[in-house]
């Protein structure tokens, strides 16, 4: 069992930048790959980014990939996802999720086996 807690999130200015943490509990997050989705106001809940369990390997969507990085630190059971140059349709409510599973590149909700409550950022043009 990992319990994800997600933090960072607010009002940022379109052009600006945020970064989001997960903090996991449990001496097991190094083993798993970590993703970042979001849900935007009326719209199914997406795929924005993954990182495998050493973070030798990343993963983005298209819409965000040269402005979004996501990043690990084990020792401190957190993933980041920087997020730059932010425009308004990145506005959403941010998930971080955990998935045992961590060889290969994984997009979908039901791949992952755990998930945060969620942060919500808002982007003002």
């Known amino acids: 069992q990992v319990q994800l807690v997600e933090s960072g999130g607010g009002l940022v200015q379109a052009g600006g930048s945020l970064r989001l943490s997960c903090a996991a509990s449990g001496s097991a997050f190094r083993y798993y790959a970590m993703g970042w989705f979001r849900r935007a106001p009326g719209k199914e809940r997406e795929f924005v980014a993954r990182?495998?369990?050493?973070?030798?390997?990343?993963y983005y969507t298209d819409s965000v990939k040269g402005r979004f990085t996501i990043s690990r630190d084990n020792a401190k059971n957190t993933v980041y996802l920087q997020m730059n140059s932010v425009k308004s349709e990145d506005t959403a409510v941010y998930y971080c999720?955990?998935?045992?599973?961590?060889?290969?590149?994984?997009?979908?909700?039901?791949?992952?086996?755990?998930w945060g409550q969620g942060t919500q950022v808002t982007v003002s043009s």
């Open positions: 990182i495998s369990w050493n973070g030798a390997s990343t």
């Open positions: 999720a955990a998935d045992r599973i961590n060889t290969i590149d994984r997009q979908k909700e039901s791949d992952y086996d755990w």
